[in-house]
């Protein structure tokens, strides 16, 4: 195939020795030779500084950059702005790609602005590809951007995507906030034109014990509930009531699983009194009890009710039941 388009591929970089050279070797062994490698390295504090630039001179196709430790959004600010190509992907360290996954992406960019593919979750053991569209689609940015709000199958997950550098001209990811994909994804979807949507599963998302989305912190949760509500007051002029109110569900149904679910320290609760007491509000509204009725999962609407009620007392009871 034509190689004429240079991608640029940002791996931020963070504290990944054990999983670094799987990530790295899955791009390095792209059919598709017309990569940039850029790997930053977000102020390790183990051997994974050393091992990229081991890397950058294995493979003159890679960059080593060192930064002051940001977080993951500043790793691939810093990426963006080193960036050559033309067009952008992302992987996280600790993940890898299909040895084709560049080459199929680029091969549709001749009918649309962006493409993306699905990502089969692993932990390293079983493979699931994750539930996604059985057949290609092209789509607008605008009914992309919708399907972002809806919660559907199109997610807001970067890595799967490749970009035209260009849309990133006026956008960066938010340093110092958690949930970055939620809060940047619809910023970029809506600047083009189509997106092709491609059935196959080339990204593997690995999900170590310690993954965010393991650790549940009510910051964390406080953080996924803020970044769905940024996203649809960014989108206020397109949503209509209904997809408006399946925000509102999904932000509910965030909250709600947390408190039931967890047993939360009295410093947290503490640290986080005002805004909870917000959330305790959003929770008791009757147009929230409406969005989650009809949107929600049966179960899912359980633990609401479970939360409205009971709020951090409603986790004893949890505890309880689970003895039982």
């Given at each position: 195939m034509n190689q004429n388009i240079r991608v640029s591929i940002i791996v931020p970089v963070y504290n990944v020795e054990k999983y670094l050279d799987r990530c790295v070797k899955s791009i390095v062994n792209q059919s598709y030779k017309n990569i940039e490698i850029l790997l930053i390295d977000d102020g390790s504090k183990d051997s994974s500084g050393k091992k990229i630039e081991e890397w950058s001179r294995l493979d003159r196709r890679i960059k080593a950059i060192h930064r002051e430790n940001g977080g993951l959004s500043a790793a691939r600010n810093t990426g963006i702005e080193n960036a050559m190509g033309s067009h952008l992907m992302f992987v996280d360290s600790d993940d890898w790609i299909h040895e084709h996954m560049v080459e199929r992406l680029v091969e549709s960019l001749d009918c649309a602005d962006i493409v993306c593919c699905?990502?089969?979750?692993?932990?390293?053991?079983?493979?699931?590809?994750?539930?996604?569209?059985?057949?290609?689609?092209?789509?607008?940015?605008?009914?992309?951007?919708?399907?972002?709000?809806?919660?559907?199958?199109?997610?807001?997950?970067?890595?799967?995507?490749?970009?035209?550098?260009?849309?990133?001209?006026?956008?960066?990811?938010?340093?110092?906030?958690?949930?970055?994909?939620?809060?940047?994804?619809?910023?970029?979807?809506?600047?083009?034109?189509?997106?092709?949507?491609?059935?196959?599963?080339?990204?593997?998302?690995?999900?170590?014990?310690?993954?965010?989305?393991?650790?549940?912190?009510?910051?964390?949760?406080?953080?996924?509930?803020?970044?769905?509500?940024?996203?649809?007051?960014?989108?206020?002029?397109?949503?209509?009531?209904?997809?408006?109110?399946?925000?509102?569900?999904?932000?509910?149904?965030?909250?709600?699983?947390?408190i039931v679910q967890n047993h939360f320290s009295s410093n947290e609760k503490e640290k986080y009194r005002d805004k909870m007491e917000l959330v305790k509000k959003f929770l008791k509204r009757k147009d929230t009890r409406k969005a989650v009725k009809k949107y929600a999962t049966n179960s899912q609407y359980v633990y609401f009710c479970m939360a409205r009620v009971g709020f951090y007392s409603a986790n004893i009871i949890y505890r309880c039941i689970g003895k039982k």
């Open positions: 699905g990502m089969i979750h692993t932990d390293g053991k079983q493979e699931t590809d994750i539930e996604w569209f059985s057949k290609k689609r092209i789509i607008s940015g605008v009914t992309a951007v919708k399907m972002l709000a809806e919660d559907s199958l199109f997610t807001s997950h970067i890595p799967k995507n490749i970009f035209p550098k260009s849309v990133f001209d006026q956008v960066r990811f938010p340093e110092g906030k958690l949930y970055e994909d939620i809060r940047t994804a619809h910023k970029l979807f809506i600047q083009i034109d189509k997106v092709c949507i491609l059935p196959e599963h080339y990204y593997y998302y690995f999900e170590r014990n310690d993954s965010i989305t393991n650790i549940v912190k009510l910051n964390n949760r406080i953080e996924w509930f803020d970044a769905l509500e940024e996203r649809a007051e960014d989108l206020s002029d397109m949503l209509t009531e209904e997809e408006r109110a399946r925000v509102q569900a999904q932000q509910a149904v965030v909250m709600s699983l947390a």
